[in-house]
């Protein structure tokens, strides 16, 4: 006999939860705002670090200390913000990659890469704009579709209608966006789905 499971309905705000992670002293509470990030100095043992209550550690990194830092181990593992660095390299070495700001063009060859690689990536961004232009680049990018044309032209009706299925598995390459403007980017974000549920309704 069998037993067919209830499907499960389409979240608006499925990509949204708990995305956003403050990279600054951030007193609003919302539901798309995680865990706060701790970053790290360069300049500081990481033997001396507290890390036991550390959710999210994160590190900038100039190019010609790349390899010491991969070559750290630490708990929580770090994610590692270095611009044109090869982000595999980074994600074989147990760290999370992470995306600044960059050209669409480079931004899309990040996604190329990390879409298909262990462990998923963190952006960071200043708007919400750049916030939807992420994840629509990283549905493209698991979708096979024109990364660059997903960065730059961000469909909001798309984002907000995924299959959960598929809301779920960009979760797993997009872990977060660290911001210093969560509170903002959330609450732009709310309108902006609160219009696209308008014109689905």
Known sequence: MLTLGVRPRRDPRALFEELLWPS???????????????????????????????????????????????????RPSLTVFSPGADV????????TPGLTSASADEQADFLAVVAHLDGGFVARCATATEVLSVISGTVAALRGDDIRTGLLNPNIDVLTSLHPDAAAATRTVLLGIETEHAGEIATALDAVIAGARGRTT
């Open 88 to 95: 595999a390299s980074i994600a074989l070495a147990g760290h």
């Open 24 to 74: 600054a002293a951030e007193a609003a509470v919302h539901p798309m705002i995680g865990p706060a990030v701790t970053p790290m100095s360069l300049e500081v043992d990481p033997s001396t670090l507290a890390l036991a209550d550390v959710d999210r550690l994160t590190v900038d990194v100039p190019a010609d200390l790349l390899d010491d830092v991969l070559a750290l181990r630490l």
